[in-house]
Structures are given as structure tokens and as C-alpha cells.
């Protein structure tokens, strides 16, 4: 079984504290958008499909006994607890994104006469709980186009008919604790080990916070997969020595350009793994790519506090004094990424925009 990250059922909801693994495995209650908003913002659940997904189910959670007199009153309700679970963490944009599709409906739920107050309420909280079931199908199928593409890759550089099992590096953590289930960019690992072709997969450590070494490397023992963590500073070396045949990293928010927003550190992978000819692939749901923003400039990079990094647990690693800048994210540019694998197909940096408003249109 995987590792599940959120257990929900209606007026019931769980996280796994992300903080304690993985020496310890132990699931939080979160009792309405307040208990959401601290798990988020104080990294108890992390990684941006599982922020969106617990931020919109802690409302559900809130909303779930109370009784509203007006549909006007649910409607306010629910703008205002979404606009303040958005601002729980500024860089991923998949809660913004969720926040908007909630609003837009609530919206027209406000505005449907055939629809009173008890069934605008019980259509939120469908739509709300659907979010976990559409996060899992999607990223099977991320799963499913990004091991498909990074074979062919493999394939058409050998020359071969078919690609035999590979090695691929991934970075921070985007699996089943990230996600509601699979996960993305793990996903495509995952789904490369179903189908015998995974060789080895290589996950960094990820410092300061250490998603790597903490979440994926448990995440990967837990799966049995051929495994090896190795640390940030060891990318250009492992890509020189190890014949790694692609790079397959998540994102928080991919701009109309491609730029893409995701874990601190990932910019420095696709440098290298340019310099090397290895392929740099971001797997990411279409709830994390942001038409509304023209390139990586406009992404807010969330800066964290210095005690990530001058601290391992309770222990100081830094000296004393010393200035600090910990920005959690880094924008890698779309020169630099191969193609972004969403559950819709994998698509050229250069033509996304493009691209998925043709889709979203048909
Ligand atoms: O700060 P985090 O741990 O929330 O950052 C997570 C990442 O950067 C992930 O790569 C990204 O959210 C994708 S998770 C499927």
C-alpha cells in the first residue's frame, strides 16, 4: 500500500505530519480552515497539489455542521476562508487555482434559483471532495506520458526500437506525500517501475528542508524501488558518472513561458543536466500552471525563516551571527526543460500557452 498523506471523510479530516517523518508517523486532525492554514504554512503537509487539496477540505471539514441562512451567506463565507487559506504559502498556485473553480461555482450556485441553500452547500462539498479522486487519475496519467516520453527519448537516442529499464534523478519530494495519491514527478518513476523499466532512481537530498532525504528516500524504501540518495552538491557528479538518462523534477507554478517555479535547487539540476545532454523534465497536474503570468519574473518566491538552515532538528549547524537567505523555491527558465508532462500530454515549454488553451477550448 502507498503511503497516504490525507484520510478524509465527510466532516473528518487527517495530514500526516510531514514535520516528524521519518522517524515518526503520525496523523494530525485538522478541524476547520484555522488547523488548515498552520499544517500549510508550517509545513506539516507540503508539495502543491496536497496544500491545495488539504486547504479546500479544511473548509469542507468547517463548513460541514454549520447551517447558513442565505446562500449569500454561504457564498461570502466560502470567498473569504478561501482568499485566507490562498495566502498560507505564496509560490505554489494550485490553491489559488482550486479557490478560483470553488468561487466560480459557489457563484453560480448563487445565482441558480433551483438551488437552495442546503444544496448549494452539499454541491461545495462534492466538488470539494472530488478534488481528491481527479488528483489521483491525473497523476497516473502524468505517470503514464512521462515514462512513455522518457523512453522514447532513450529509444531514439540509441537508435533502438524500444528503451531497456533507465536511471533517472529526481529532486525534493512530489510522490504519494505531495499529492493525494501517486504523485507526480514519482509518478512517472512509479509508473516506469510498473512497467520493468526502471534501472535506479536517484533522489537528492534537498536541502535545507530535506523533502529528499526525509520524504522521497522513505517514500522510495517504503516502494521496495532500486534506490540511492544522494546530496545537492553531488548533481554534476552523479550525472557524469552514472549514465542517468532524464531528470524528472515537480513544479508550483509553471508560467505561460514554461519558466517553472519549484523546490530550491531545481534551477542548479537543469544547468547541469543541460551541460551533461541529460533530459530535464517537469511533471506537473494543469491546476500548477499559471496562463496568468507571462514568464518566471512574476512568480512570488516564498523566502523561509534562517533556522532551516542554520539548524538540523534542534541542533545548530551554523555559526551564530551569521546572515541567512533561504528562498524555498527557484525559478528554472524554459530554455532549460525538455517538456512538461501534465495528465493532458507532454508538451514543449516554448508552445505551452498555446497548447493548453487550444485544449482547454476542445
Ligand atoms: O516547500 P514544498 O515542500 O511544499 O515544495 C514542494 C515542491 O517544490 C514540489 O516539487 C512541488 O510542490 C511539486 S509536489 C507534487
Redesign the pocket.
Known sequence: MSLQSIKYTRGSLEILDQLLLPVQSKYLPVRGVEDGWKVINK?QV??????AIVGCLSLAVEIHPEEFDSKKSLRQELEGKLNYLVSA?PT?VNMKMAADELLSLANDLTKDDNVDVAAMKQRFLNATEAMLKKDIADNRAIGAHGAKAILQLVAAAAGAPMSGPVRVLT????GSL??AGY???LGVVRQLSELGKLEHVYCTETRP?N?GARLTAYELVHEKFPATLVLDSMVAALLRAKNVAAVV????RVAANGDTA??IG?YQIAVVAKHHGVPFFVA?PLT?IDLHIPSGDHIII?ERPDREMTHVGEHRIAAPGINCWNP??DVTPASLITGIITERGVFQPAQLKETITKLLET
Open positions: 509545513m507540503r508539495g502543491a497539489p496536497a496544500i504559502r505554489a529532486h525534493c519530494n512530489t505531495a499529492t504523485g507526480t514527478a528542508y523533502q523534477v515537480g513544479a508550483d519549484n523546490k531545481t506537473a500548477s516564498e524555498a523555491f
